[in-house]
């Protein structure tokens, strides 16, 4: 293999684990997000459990705790379980790729891009 085909390999190796370094901070985002949704819905049920009014409309379940607590359709979509394994799968996916990219560029003898 030529120098260039291996300058090429690396940068292509480099340029994506960049781009999955990037989408696993975006899924940590998100993972912020759920458990912030998570926590409001839990204080809720223990502190207003009684202030929580569940209805349904076109975009999907919503509830309400008059000015205690407002649960989103966002949140909503957060906590279904669905989207929670959907989610969680993805972010172990792409936390696997990084790692494995990381592992590539080391192997390339381009050193370790986390230090």
């Known amino acids: 293999m030529t120098q260039e085909e291996q300058d090429a390999i690396l940068g292509r190796t480099m340029r994506d684990y960049k781009q999955a370094k990037n989408d696993l901070r ?45 649960y989103s359709t966002e949140d909503a979509r957060h906590l279904n379980p669905e989207f929670l394994r959907e989610h969680l799968l993805e972010f172990v996916r792409v936390q696997q790729r990084k790692a494995d990219l990381r592992q590539k560029l080391i192997d390339l003898g381009d050193g370790d891009p986390e230090k």
């Not at 349904?56 to 705790?65: I, N, P, Q, V, W």
């Open 26 to 70: 975006t899924l940590e985002k998100l993972n912020s997000e759920i458990a912030s949704a998570a926590r409001a819905l839990a204080t809720a049920l223990v502190d207003y459990p009684d202030r929580i009014h569940v209805s349904k409309s076109s975009e999907g379940t919503l509830m309400r705790a008059n000015a205690h607590y407002k």
